[in-house]
Each structure stands twice: as structure tokens, then as C-alpha cells.
């Protein structure tokens, strides 16, 4: 059986790029967080019942809910989704700055260029 893959963030430090990429990864690291109580919550489950539900313990869920967690894992979010009557959806979608790229041509003289 395949292992689960972990989503962990890490801060590099450095420029502002890498600071602003930081800031989206605890922001979206906080929503997992998030998402994880209010679904609990939605199902009337305490974090013991979730936990009995998917074969852990009470902190491990606790750890999951805290923004502070790194580890992650595909196949926990997933059984955390079906024991709260959700689903879990994963999705990429490109940066809101992504740059378009343009199409190369051929031009005269087999030179190519951007149009």
C-alpha cells in the first residue's frame, strides 16, 4: 500500500516573494485547520467521538485543529471528511498572478519570436 503523502510548510525566510508565499501557506494551512472543527461541529461529533470514528485519539484530532500542524495527511483528511458526513476535495489552481505565456512564431529567417 502506497504511503500518504504529508503537506508540510516550511518558512524559507528571505524575500518578500517567499514571505508573501509563506503567508499563503499558513493561510491555507489554517483553513485545513478550520475546516476540520466547523465539519466536526456541523456533525454534533466532540473531537473523542471523530477520533473513535477514525481510528485515533482524541489528540490527534485536538493536533489537527490547531494552525500550528504540519502533518497532514491525504488519507486522515479523507477518513475525517466521511466519519463528519463530508467529502474531501483537493484542488490546484494556478496563482492569481500566473503570468499568461505568449505563443511563439515563426517569423522570416526562421528567428522566433513572443507576439
Given at each position: 500500500m502506497p504511503k500518504s503523502k504529508t503537506v508540510a510548510i516550511q518558512n524559507d525566510g528571505g524575500s518578500r516573494p517567499d514571505r508573501n508565499q509563506f503567508r499563503r501557506c499558513q493561510l491555507a494551512r489554517l483553513q485545513i485547520a478550520t475546516q476540520i472543527a466547523a465539519l466536526r461541529e456541523r456533525a454534533g461529533l466532540s473531537q473523542a467521538a471523530l477520533a473513535d470514528r477514525i481510528g485515533t485519539k482524541q489528540a490527534g484530532i485536538a493536533?489537527?485543529?490547531?494552525?500550528?500542524?504540519?502533518?497532514y495527511m491525504v488519507a486522515t483528511l479523507a477518513k475525517i471528511a466521511a466519519a463528519a458526513g463530508g467529502r474531501l476535495e483537493v484542488r490546484l489552481a494556478p496563482s492569481v498572478r500566473a503570468r499568461r505565456r505568449q505563443p511563439i512564431v515563426q517569423t522570416q529567417g526562421n528567428a522566433r519570436q513572443r507576439t
Open positions: 493536533r489537527m485543529e490547531r494552525r500550528d500542524y504540519q502533518g
